[in-house]
């Protein structure tokens, strides 16, 4: 008699090129839910795991939250600030303790928080223009915000802004541009999040998923 084996439910996962992805993928090896290492730097940008039943969306950091909201991707490692600025419906249960990083108010050398806070025309250049308007609006300042995609350090230079609300890891890039952090808006590290539709459907190779990250978080 020929007995089937019952084949293993396919889980799909949103990663983000860049600094998230390594680590991302160092976690997943290490959680047994990856049979081997993969690249972000490859043409090739859907991966399938026979081995372990998973499959890898590579894609840029700002898509990862809405290929997992749309329901193309069970589940997705994407960092907190990017949660906050989509404002996407998701599921979130896990930090997953890597890409430690800061979003921070910066400025000229000179400036302080309270010359901030009382300029009558202050203009401030980010990639995070939601989390922005409502940091300055819940502080009962008004400024005017300018929505950049990248090089923002350079806008106080090139007279676009007066300050800019950004990423921060080291501060090197700001030093290297004549600026400073100035103040902190809040800490980001990067988290596992799931479609809520799949986590009923699927929830239980998700809940299996999640229990194997959890353990190797723990480690960390």
């Known amino acids: 008699m020929n007995l089937k084996t019952e084949s293993k439910e396919i889980l799909t996962i949103a990663l983000p090129k860049g600094r998230i992805f390594e680590g991302a993928v160092e976690r997943l090896l290490a959680a047994g839910l ?4 993969i690249s972000d730097t490859s043409r090739v ?9 998973l499959r890898v969306l590579i894609l840029r ?6 290929y997992i909201a749309r329901g193309i991707a069970d589940l997705g490692v994407i ?13 979130e249960p896990l930090d997953l303790r890597f890409a430690p990083c800061r979003l921070m108010v910066a400025g000229p050398n000179e400036l302080s928080w309270r010359d901030i806070t009382s300029m009558t025309d202050l203009t401030v250049a980010t990639k ?3 989390i922005a308007s ?14 950049l995609y990248g090089n923002v350090e350079i806008a106080p230079l ?29 800490s980001s590290t990067a988290r596992l999040v799931v479609n809520r539709a799949s986590m009923k459907i699927k929830n239980k190779s998700i809940s299996s998923l999640i229990s194997k990250l959890k353990k190797v978080c723990k480690k960390k």
């Open 128 to 130: 995070f223009p939601l």
């Open 158 to 186: 090139t007279g676009v802004a007066d300050i800019i609300v950004d990423l921060v890891d080291t501060g090197k890039t700001l030093k290297a541009n004549g600026l400073m952090p100035i103040k902190e808006i809040f």
């Open 61 to 66: 950091n700002y898509d990862v939250p809405t």
């Open 79 to 91: 960092g907190k600030d990017v949660l906050l600025e989509q404002e996407q419906l998701l599921y």
């Open 45 to 53: 940008l859907i991966r399938e795991d026979k081995k372990t039943s």
């Open 134 to 147: 409502r940091f300055f609006s819940e502080r009962g300042i008004q400024a005017r915000i300018v929505h």
């Open 34 to 37: 990856l049979s081997e290492s």
